[in-house]
């Protein structure tokens, strides 16, 4: 069949760095083709260049076999294209109805028909399945269902062609089932895809054919899905064979470092209680408003709660905050790395060293560069970051899973003794998550705890000593590694007991 879009041979180089080189690949009509490679192999940008974002150094595009030649993400949008990305473009001021429709709710005379946008979103909300209010206010709204405004953002704009890059980093298991049967049936009516995702299953499950990129070139050519298998993908992504996803290893715990008693915050968090012990990797899994991440953000300090202690070595902690939790010798990695987690104008060295600033200080008071690049080099060695420039590259021009390197290497550099992590892999490859599992493996010889909060059952499995199981703001589960099962781990969390 006759492909719709067309790349031959598009380059781009920013400055000195050229980030592709010759790319081809085609899109046929109804079709949906995988686009994957590892953090910063230029999936991305590729994507950019086509939204307008960016401009092409050389190469042609062809949009039904014309010449393509997009000059900003209105031409794009006119030329019946949609994104959907992987980082949040949404007004956490506005409310769902206003940022499904921005630039386009203007009626007769300009002004603007809230009641008209509110019933068009209610009736686009209740095709995706989504339960939600369009007059709710984004910032009231937790992050999957903010992922899915965004999906909403695209399919409101009736796009023949539509780019969808990580979209289910945020979404729990019905929501992302929602999603691919409306990307199926979509296919079936004629639109086109490109499905950018590190989560090889779903390409292999949802995409007709896949493309890997790799440090900016194409590896092989575009094959059918049915030609290819998950390992192939993996070793062309990476460049090597990775026959252990997840690096477990044997290690001695020791005694309790952190302990928590009957944590309550209103109707989110009912009387939580667990302990973490030295050298422990502790996992918490739960669906969707389980609570873990308001559990998680009342532990460090951003929210208060209502009553329930916590317990360091023993000694209580009073008038929790984030700064006497770093002071303590506790990291946290938030879910939202973009909001909560990295000052995206900084440089990539302001951002990794953040949390070490105490430490990095001369006796003069002022920053030791010397003492901050060496850390520097060392978190780009152990995390293998892909950046031209640390100490003036910003962070937010880094592709996403380099971002989230940037944020396990600021805390990684502190050397924490208890480290919370929130969805530390959500959004990088399979290559990336191998290196942050190493890193987390060398906390815990070291004797970290660490409560390692996460939605892949898989990743939980395969990297902690236990797992807890959350289900409407209560603890409901526990299980020791020799008893883990998926189909535990699922039971539990919908409210069952799987020993019953």
Same mark, same amino acid.
């Not at 949040?88 to 203007?106: D, K, Q, Y």
């Not at 590259?393 to 944020?407: P, T, Y």
């Given at each position: 069949?006759?492909?719709?879009?067309?790349?031959?041979?598009?380059?781009?180089?920013?400055?000195?760095?050229?980030?592709?080189?010759?790319?081809?690949?085609?899109?046929?009509?109804?079709?949906?083709?995988?686009?994957?490679?590892?953090?910063?192999?230029?999936?991305?940008?590729?994507?950019?260049?086509?939204? @307008?974002?960016?401009?092409?150094?050389?190469?042609?595009?062809?949009?039904?076999?014309?010449?393509?030649?997009?000059?900003?993400?209105?031409?794009?949008?006119?030329?019946?294209?949609?994104?959907?990305?992987?980082?949040?473009?949404?007004?956490?001021?506005?409310?769902?109805?206003?940022?499904?429709?921005?630039?386009?709710?203007?009626?007769?005379?300009?002004?603007?028909?809230?009641?008209?946008?509110?019933?068009?979103?209610?009736?686009?909300?209740?095709?995706?399945?989504?339960?939600?209010?369009?007059?709710?206010?984004?910032?009231?709204?937790?992050?999957?269902?903010?992922?899915?405004?965004?999906?909403?953002?695209?399919?409101?704009?009736?796009?023949?062609?539509?780019?969808?890059?990580?979209?289910?980093?945020?979404?729990?298991?019905?929501?992302?089932?929602?999603?691919?049967?409306?990307?199926?049936?979509?296919?079936?009516?004629?639109?086109?895809?490109?499905?950018?995702?590190?989560?090889?299953?779903?390409?292999?499950?949802?995409?007709?054919? $896949?493309?890997?990129?790799?440090?900016?070139?194409?590896?092989?050519?575009?094959?059918?899905?049915?030609?290819?298998?998950?390992?192939?993908?993996?070793?062309?992504?990476?460049?090597?064979?990775?026959?252990?996803?997840?690096?477990?290893?044997?290690?001695?715990?020791?005694?309790?470092?952190?302990?928590?008693?009957?944590?309550?915050?209103?109707?989110?968090?009912?009387?939580?209680?667990?302990?973490?012990?030295?050298?422990?990797?502790?996992?918490?899994?739960?669906?969707?408003?389980?609570?873990?991440?308001?559990?998680?953000?009342?532990?460090?300090?951003?929210?208060?709660?209502?009553?329930?202690?916590?317990?360091?070595?023993?000694?209580?902690?009073?008038?929790?905050?984030?700064?006497?939790?770093?002071?303590?010798?506790?990291?946290?990695?938030?879910?939202?790395?973009?909001?909560?987690?990295?000052?995206?104008?900084?440089?990539?060295?302001?951002?990794?060293?953040?949390?070490?600033?105490?430490?990095?200080?001369?006796?003069?008071?002022?920053?030791? $560069?010397?003492?901050?690049?060496?850390?520097?080099?060392?978190?780009?060695?152990?995390?293998?970051?892909?950046?031209?420039?640390?100490?003036?590259?910003?962070? @937010?021009?880094?592709?996403?899973?380099?971002?989230?390197?940037?944020?396990?290497?600021?805390?990684?550099?502190?050397?924490?003794?208890?480290?919370?992590?929130?969805?530390?892999?959500?959004?990088?490859? $399979?290559?990336?998550?191998?290196?942050?599992?190493?890193?987390?493996?060398?906390?815990?010889?070291?004797?970290?705890?660490?409560?390692?909060?996460?939605?892949?059952?898989?990743?939980?499995?395969?990297?902690?000593?236990?797992?807890?199981?959350?289900?409407?703001?209560?603890?409901?589960?526990?299980?020791?590694?020799?008893?883990?099962?998926?189909?535990?781990?699922?039971?539990?969390?919908?409210?069952?007991?799987?020993?019953?």
């Amino acid at each position: 069949m006759d492909a719709i879009l067309e790349l031959q041979n598009v380059s781009k180089s920013f400055s000195s760095v050229q980030v592709l080189k010759n790319i081809n690949c085609s899109l046929r009509k109804g079709a949906i083709l995988g686009l994957v490679g590892e953090n910063g192999a230029g999936k991305s940008t590729l994507m950019n260049i086509l939204g @307008g974002v960016y401009m092409k150094t050389s190469g042609e595009f062809y949009l039904y076999g014309k010449p393509y030649e997009p000059q900003n993400p209105d031409d794009a949008t006119k030329a019946g294209i949609a994104f959907i990305h992987q980082e949040l473009n949404l007004f956490t001021n506005l409310s769902v109805a206003e940022n499904i429709f921005m630039g386009r709710n203007a009626g007769k005379f300009g002004i603007v028909s809230m009641s008209k946008i509110n019933l068009s979103a209610k009736n686009l909300l209740d095709k995706l399945g989504m339960d939600v209010n369009p007059k709710t206010l984004i910032r009231d709204l937790p992050m999957g269902m903010r992922q899915m405004v965004e999906i909403a953002k695209a399919i409101a704009k009736d796009a023949k062609i539509i780019f969808f890059d990580e979209p289910t980093t945020s979404l729990s298991t019905k929501e992302k089932e929602i999603l691919f049967s409306l990307i199926k049936n979509f296919a079936k009516q004629g639109v086109s895809m490109i499905y950018i995702s590190h989560a090889l299953d779903d390409v292999m499950n949802l995409c007709d054919e $896949v493309l890997v990129l790799r440090d900016g070139q194409a590896v092989g050519e575009q094959k059918p899905i049915g030609e290819i298998t998950k390992e192939e993908l993996i070793t062309m992504m990476v460049g090597r064979e990775m026959n252990q996803l997840f690096p477990y290893v044997e290690k001695s715990i020791g005694g309790e470092v952190f302990r928590v008693e009957r944590l309550t915050q209103g109707e989110r968090l009912k009387g939580i209680s667990f302990s973490l012990r030295e050298g422990e990797i502790v996992g918490m899994f739960g669906l969707m408003g389980a609570g873990r991440s308001e559990l998680a953000h009342a532990l460090y300090g951003i929210d208060g709660y209502d009553s329930g202690s916590i317990y360091v070595r023993g000694e209580p902690m009073k008038k929790l905050s984030p700064q006497k939790w770093i002071a303590s010798g506790m990291a946290y990695i938030t879910e939202n790395r973009r909001d909560d987690g990295l000052l995206m104008p900084k440089s990539v060295r302001e951002n990794l060293i953040l949390v070490s600033l105490d430490k990095l200080k001369s006796k003069l008071g002022a920053l030791n $560069v010397f003492l901050a690049n060496e850390l520097c080099k060392k978190s780009f060695v152990d995390l293998n970051i892909k950046s031209y420039d640390f100490s003036t590259q910003v962070v @937010g021009s880094l592709s996403g899973g380099n971002q989230q390197k940037v944020v396990v290497g600021k805390w990684l550099m502190a050397a924490p003794k208890v480290f919370i992590l929130d969805e530390p892999t959500r959004g990088i490859d $399979v290559g990336a998550k191998y290196e942050i599992y190493n890193q987390i493996n060398n906390l815990v010889l070291n004797g970290t705890s660490i409560l390692f909060i996460s939605s892949e059952i898989e990743e939980l499995m395969g990297v902690c000593d236990r797992v807890l199981v959350m289900s409407k703001g209560e603890i409901v589960g526990e299980m020791a590694r020799n008893e883990f099962s998926q189909e535990k781990f699922l039971q539990y969390a919908i409210g069952g007991n799987p020993n019953e």
